[in-house]
Nanobody
Framework: QVQLVESGGGLVQAGGSLRLSCAAS????????RGWYRQVPGNQRELVAR???????QYADSVKGRFTISMDNAKNTVHLQMNSLKPEDTAVYYC??????????WGQGTQVTVSS
């Protein structure tokens, strides 16, 4: 199973930027997509962005134009560049992989806090 290690969360003021990274180790030949979900306590986990094996990307409407997901194949790491952050972006961000059978594998989560 692929192991996922996240980094890059923290505290930032509104309008600022953060970059999340998720490094994967282990066999990943069946991974079809990678990306990020986020969750606020009491709410369901929501998809933020994902990048497919093809290179296609998908974003939540709330982050389009502000967040960019990218893949560093040499380092087997996916990045999420988050710009123009808003207080409503505050959440725990979870890296994930999705395999060809749509099974999800999760990272441990990293806290992002945006102060107003």
């Amino acid at each position: 199973q692929v192991q996922l290690v996240e980094s890059g969360g923290g505290l930032v003021q509104a309008g600022g930027s953060l970059r999340l990274s998720c490094a994967a180790s282990g066999s990943g030949f069946s991974i079809n997509a990678r990306g990020w979900y986020r969750q606020v306590p009491g709410n369901q986990r929501e998809l933020v962005a994902r990048i497919f094996r093809s290179g296609d990307t998908q974003y939540a409407d709330s982050v389009k134009g502000r967040f960019t997901i990218s893949m560093d194949n040499a380092k087997n790491t996916v990045h999420l560049q988050m710009n123009s952050l808003k207080p409503e972006d505050t959440a725990v961000y979870y890296c994930f992989t999705e395999d060809l059978w749509r099974r999800l594998n999760w990272g441990q989560g990293t806290q992002v806090t945006v102060s107003s």
